[in-house]
């Protein structure tokens, strides 16, 4: 809202007609009526001549008594008998809004803030049925914000603040409609916490992931297990499968790390390896 201000039209037109008079100041030292008569005309257009803006509207009192609304552009009132309300601007308005340590459902203090899209639909009501329009807004913005964090769980509040903002302009616009104004949005800008509360939910958020890493890991190993228990089932009706795996594992050791491998005598009697090797010699001396 601003304060009316005059325009500087009528000043220039007193101006102009003081300039004249003056001119001729000889002719008219005789009567002075006409002198009086300019001055009077331009103080009346002076305090008679307004002008509203594109985005504004102002409503004419008429010995306190609503009359009408006016503007934009340029209209005239009687001085005296007419007054204006303050200016009223219909653009959409932006509003900011804190909630310092507001308790959630869960007893979490909180600090939220917010911003309210709102504009001024019906002037004549937000001039009749409310004092101060902006100051109401705020307020009751407050007091709504309050109440919106009440209702919900600090985990809500940090994943769903499209909702939170939803509710809340919902809330809002109820409220101010009745005054001639909307809430077309509200967005919820920041949510903080204290911070030993934040350092409390990061060492359990760490924990809750080595959780499941150790529960990932362990059904890993069930698996593996589950498997080797399959490959015993195998080997225990084959004995000629579990010979050959057991020579694959040793020729594959041998060829990855090119060393000696010592195997112990019982696994050499268990693979059947001692008359193959000693074929093997055998033939290599013939």
Same mark, same amino acid.
């Given at each position: 809202m601003r304060i009316p201000m005059e325009i500087s039209t009528p +000043? &220039?037109?007193?101006? &102009?007609?003081?300039?004249?008079? +003056?001119?001729?100041g000889a002719a008219w030292a005789a009567n002075p009526i006409p002198i009086v008569v300019a001055a009077l005309i331009?103080?009346?257009?002076?305090?008679?001549?307004?002008?509203?803006?594109?985005?504004?509207?102002?409503?004419?009192?008429?010995f306190g008594h609503y009359r009408r609304l006016q503007g934009p552009g340029l209209f005239l009132m009687i001085p005296i008998v007419d007054t204006l309300s303050a200016f009223v601007d219909q653009r959409v308005r932006i509003s900011t809004v804190t909630a310092e340590s507001a308790l959630t459902q869960d007893t979490v203090p909180v600090n939220v803030d917010a911003i309210i899209f709102w504009l001024v639909w019906n002037v004549e009501?937000?001039?009749?049925?409310?004092?101060?329009?902006? *100051?109401?807004?705020?307020?009751?913005?407050?007091?709504?914000?309050?109440?919106?964090? +009440?209702?919900?769980?600090l985990?809500?509040?940090?994943?769903?603040?499209?909702?939170?903002?939803?509710?809340?302009?919902?809330?809002? *616009?109820?409220?101010?409609?009745?005054?001639?104004?909307?809430?077309?949005?509200?967005?919820?800008?920041?949510?903080?916490?204290?911070?030993?509360?934040?350092?409390?939910?990061s060492q359990q958020a760490q924990a809750e992931r080595e959780r499941q890493a150790r529960i990932i890991l362990g059904d890993a190993e069930l698996q593996v297990a589950?498997?080797?228990?399959?490959?015993a089932e195998v080997y225990a009706n084959n004995p000629t499968a579990l010979h050959l795996r057991a020579m694959n594992m040793l020729y594959e050791a041998i060829k990855e790390r090119g060393s000696m491998v010592i195997v112990p005598s019982s696994a050499v009697e268990t693979m059947g390896l001692g008359g193959m090797l000693a074929t093997t010699a055998l033939h290599k001396t013939h």
């Amino acid at each position: 809202m601003r304060i009316p201000m005059e325009i500087s039209t009528p +000043g &220039v037109a007193i101006l &102009v007609v003081c300039v004249a008079v +003056g001119g001729t100041g000889a002719a008219w030292a005789a009567n002075p009526i006409p002198i009086v008569v300019a001055a009077l005309i331009g103080s009346f257009f002076l305090f008679s001549v307004k002008v509203v803006r594109q985005w504004e509207k102002v409503a004419v009192l008429r010995f306190g008594h609503y009359r009408r609304l006016q503007g934009p552009g340029l209209f005239l009132m009687i001085p005296i008998v007419d007054t204006l309300s303050a200016f009223v601007d219909q653009r959409v308005r932006i509003s900011t809004v804190t909630a310092e340590s507001a308790l959630t459902q869960d007893t979490v203090p909180v600090n939220v803030d917010a911003i309210i899209f709102w504009l001024v639909w019906n002037v004549e009501k937000s001039i009749l049925e409310v004092a101060n329009f902006e *100051d109401a807004i705020s307020r009751s913005a407050q007091t709504a914000l309050r109440e919106s964090i +009440g209702r919900h769980d600090l985990a809500e509040m940090i994943t769903s603040r499209e909702t939170l903002g939803q509710e809340l302009q919902r809330n809002l *616009d109820s409220k101010t409609n009745p005054w001639g104004i909307t809430v077309q949005s509200v967005e919820i800008r920041d949510v903080r916490i204290p911070q030993a509360l934040e350092d409390a939910m990061s060492q359990q958020a760490q924990a809750e992931r080595e959780r499941q890493a150790r529960i990932i890991l362990g059904d890993a190993e069930l698996q593996v297990a589950a498997k080797f228990a399959e490959a015993a089932e195998v080997y225990a009706n084959n004995p000629t499968a579990l010979h050959l795996r057991a020579m694959n594992m040793l020729y594959e050791a041998i060829k990855e790390r090119g060393s000696m491998v010592i195997v112990p005598s019982s696994a050499v009697e268990t693979m059947g390896l001692g008359g193959m090797l000693a074929t093997t010699a055998l033939h290599k001396t013939h």
